[in-house]
C-alpha cells in the first residue's frame, strides 16, 4: 500500500519561514494535499492540489509537489500557526495521509 | 455556507456496534461523495471509507472492509457510518468530510465537528 511519510516535529520561530515535507513513491505524479490540525478541532484544509489555497486561507501558506516530496511553507510564521499539519493524498481510490508533523512556534 | 454536522458522543461496549450521522447543509447533498476518517487519542488520520450519496455507491479501506457500513438519507441530506463489533481500539474521533471532485477542484472539504466513540467494557 502506499504510504507518506513525515518528520514527527518541526519547530521555527516567529517570523521565520516553516517547511513541512511529506515523502512518498513519485508523489509529484499525484495530487497532495495539506490539513491543519489544532488541538480538540477539526482538521482544516489548507492546501490542495499541490498549489492551490482555500478562500480563507492566509497568502503566507503555499505548497509545492515535485518528484517524491510535498512541501508546505508557512512565511512569516505566527504563533497561531502551531498545530499538526497532514498531508494527504490519493492511491488508487483510497485516500492516504502522512502520520503528522507538530509544528511548534518558539 | 457548506456544514457538516455530525451526532452525539457514544459510549459502546466490546462487540456492539455504532451508527454515527452527518447532516449536509449548504450545498446539492448528491453531488458529492461523504468519505470517513477517524483519529485515535492522541494519534494521526486514518481514512476509512466513503460513500456516494447518489449511488449508494462505496469503497472501504481494506482494514475497515468486514466492519464498516455507509450509507445515505437523501431525504434528510445525512450520511451515516456504521461500525460493527467494536474493540477497545476503536475508540477514537469519527469524522465525515465532504470530497469535491470537478475537472478543476478536487480537495476533502469541509470536516464535520467529529464524534467520539467510545469502547470500553
Known amino acids: 500500500s502506499y504510504e507518506l511519510t513525515q518528520p514527527p516535529s518541526v519547530s521555527v520561530s516567529p517570523g521565520q519561514t516553516a517547511s513541512i515535507t511529506c515523502s512518498g513513491d513519485k508523489l509529484g505524479d499525484r495530487y497532495s494535499s495539506w490539513f491543519q490540525q489544532k488541538p480538540g478541532q477539526s482538521p482544516v484544509l489548507v492546501i490542495h492540489?499541490?498549489?492551490k489555497r482555500p478562500s480563507g486561507i492566509p497568502e503566507r501558506f503555499s505548497g509545492s509537489n515535485s518528484e517524491n516530496t510535498a512541501t508546505l511553507t508557512i512565511s512569516e510564521t505566527q504563533s497561531m500557526d502551531e498545530a499538526d499539519y497532514y498531508c494527504q493524498a490519493w492511491d488508487s481510490r483510497s485516500v492516504v495521509f502522512g502520520g503528522g508533523t507538530k509544528l511548534t512556534v518558539l | 455556507q457548506v456544514h457538516l454536522v455530525q451526532s452525539g458522543a457514544e459510549v459502546k461496549k466490546p462487540g456492539a456496534s455504532v451508527k454515527v450521522s452527518c447532516r449536509a447543509s449548504g450545498y446539492t447533498f448528491t453531488g458529492y461523495n461523504m468519505h470517513w476518517v477517524r483519529q485515535a487519542p492522541g494519534q494521526g488520520l486514518e481514512w476509512m471509507g466513503w460513500t456516494n450519496p447518489s449511488s449508494g455507491g462505496t469503497s472501504y479501506a481494506h482494514k475497515f472492509q468486514d466492519r464498516v457500513i455507509m450509507t445515505s438519507d437523501t431525504s434528510i441530506n445525512t450520511a451515516y457510518m456504521e461500525l460493527n463489533r467494536l474493540r477497545s481500539d476503536d475508540t477514537a474521533i469519527y469524522y465525515c468530510v465532504r470530497l469535491v471532485n470537478t475537472i478543476d477542484d478536487e480537495r476533502l472539504d469541509p470536516w464535520g465537528q467529529g464524534t467520539l466513540v467510545t469502547v470500553s467494557s
Open positions: 492540489q499541490d498549489d
